[in-house]
């Protein structure tokens, strides 16, 4: 497991762009898929990205391709999303997460969770 910690988050309109970052406490991390997910009230956490060790490999959802960017700097320990033309349903809290299986990560049941941050996005 490594700790991972969110930042980045707040209170932005709609169209406004924002970017999380997630540091993690560890270089072992930079070994690890990073991936962001988010859970609106009342839903489910939903995956919304997430990048291999190296960056060689993305992943993401279509409905969000278009306007959420995932990236990382493993000389910083840091993973970022790149969040553009937000809209009030991308409101949620955002989760960082880390797992050294890709798979694993994907599903929803990675190794470690950041603690969330919140984005909320007004009409």
């Known amino acids: 497991q490594v700790q991972l910690v969110e930042s980045g988050g707040g209170l932005v309109q709609a169209g406004d762009s924002l970017r999380l970052s997630c540091a993690s406490s560890?270089?072992?991390?930079?070994?690890?898929?990073m991936g962001w997910f988010r859970q609106a009230p009342g839903k489910e956490r939903e995956f919304v990205a997430a990048?291999?060790?190296?960056?060689?490999?993305?992943y993401g959802v279509d409905s969000m391709k278009d306007r959420f960017t995932i990236s990382r700097d493993n000389a910083k320990n840091t993973v970022y999303l790149q969040m553009t033309s937000l809209k009030p349903e991308d409101t949620a809290v955002y989760y960082c997460?880390?797992?050294?299986?890709?798979?694993?990560?994907?599903?929803?049941?990675?190794?470690?969770w950041g603690q969330g941050t919140q984005v909320t996005v007004s009409s």
């Open positions: 997460a880390a797992d050294r299986e890709s798979r694993q990560l994907r599903a929803g049941v990675p190794g470690s």
């Open positions: 560890t270089r072992t991390a930079i070994i690890y898929t």
């Open positions: 990048i291999t060790w190296n960056g060689g490999t993305t």
